[in-house]
């Protein structure tokens, strides 16, 4: 299975260590499922003012060393186009569910309110 993992995922987690982060971590360690991560989410994430302070920003680079990392490219792009057309979904967000239905991966997420807009899109639900 693969799992595109959004924003809050992460922000969730290095946060207040809530979300599914971590059943994520132990299904990909396991061998249940392969992480991928939007290089768009690096940028969100690295916007934050908390990585201004090194220690928070050698944390982050860990954390993001746990995924494949999937670039923007010209088909993602058009189909995050499509998405904004179609859904009213804009910038990251779109980017992120178009590279999920690229890769026909499901999205890991706690804002599920834009991802519920677009057609085919499957949302992770970690077991608990």
Known sequence: MKIIVDTSVIIDYTRANIGSFNQLISDSRSGNCDLYIPSVVITELWSGKETKNKKNGVRLEKILSLFKIINLDQKIAKHAGTISRDTNIFGFDAIIAATAL?????????????????????????KK
């Open 102 to 126: 690229e890769l026909d991966a499901q999205v890991a997420t706690s804002n599920t309110k834009h991802f519920t807009k677009v057609k085919n899109l499957k949302l992770y639900s970690s």
